[in-house]
């Protein structure tokens, strides 16, 4: 499967969403990954879908959200219904998870499954004919700009045999420290959407040299 680039808007100017939106698309990224925060299940308070909705209607790109919080079943269809095609739900935080999924199908987005690094893979093995991606975290969720963990390769290769041994069209994404020396390796190990915030954002020549640069690091 192609690489894609998923910047993350984490990383992005918040007095600027909209034009940062239109940035990366003008860049050449593939989707708009929102991290979205509780301040209960990770340490931090991020967007709202008023402010996704917000964002929507200015760019082409997919949207997609995460959604690290402890109630992933009463705030998905809020994303769904702010403009979000995809829906990413933490096994960590869903202890009915063929039910939350189908939920998300039924309201008419993609749904996923996010591994935080100690979850192991096989969590999601009754749940492979249900989902449209895996996100396995390289990182602890709750903040940017934090180191990525390389040992989770390991876990990224299962996976993707997972993936292939059910035959379906399933995206795997990485999010975490996602670097041009990192990329490479999530990537090998078996990846083909990577979550950048601070790499796109943070770059000193801007996003669409960002997303070049991550693409060649990743091999394409």
């Known amino acids: 499967m192609p690489v894609e680039i998923a910047p993350s808007m984490l990383a992005a100017d918040a007095s600027r969403f909209g034009e940062q939106c239109r940035a990366v698309e003008a860049a050449g990224a593939h989707r708009v990954h929102w991290?979205?925060?509780?301040?209960?299940?990770?340490?931090n308070l991020t967007f709202g879908p008023d402010v996704v909705a917000a964002c929507r209607p200015l760019v082409?790109?997919?949207?997609?959200?995460?959604?690290?919080?402890?109630?992933?079943?009463?705030l998905a269809p809020l994303y769904i219904e702010a403009g979000c095609d995809t829906v990413l739900i933490h096994a960590e935080t869903c202890p009915h998870l063929h039910r939350s999924l189908a939920a998300i199908s039924e309201a008419g987005a993609r749904c996923g499954v996010v591994l935080n690094p100690h979850?192991?893979?096989?969590?999601?093995?009754?749940?492979?004919?249900?989902?449209?991606?895996?996100?396995v975290m390289t990182v602890n969720p709750g903040f940017g700009g934090q180191r990525y963990i390389a040992s989770v390769e390991s876990k990224i290769a299962q996976v993707r045999r997972m993936i292939d041994a059910s035959q379906r069209?399933?995206?795997?994404?990485?999010?975490?420290?996602?670097?041009?020396?990192?990329?490479?390796?999530?990537?090998?190990?078996?990846a083909n959407v990577l979550v950048a915030g601070s790499a796109v954002f943070?770059?000193?020549?801007?996003?669409?040299?960002a997303v070049e640069e991550l693409l060649a690091a990743s091999g394409v």
């Not at 979850?119 to 249900?130: F, H, K, Q, R, Y």
């Open 60 to 74: 082409e790109l997919r949207f997609e959200a995460h959604l690290m919080v402890v109630k992933p079943d009463e």
């Open 169 to 190: 069209s399933i995206d795997l994404e990485v999010d975490g420290g996602i670097s041009t020396a990192t990329a490479a390796g999530a990537v090998t190990a078996g």
């Open 119 to 135: 979850t192991p893979a096989s969590s999601i093995s009754e749940v492979m004919n249900l989902i449209d991606e895996v996100l």
């Open 202 to 209: 943070g770059h000193s020549e801007g996003p669409a040299v």
């Open 35 to 43: 991290d979205v925060m509780d301040g209960v299940f990770v340490p």
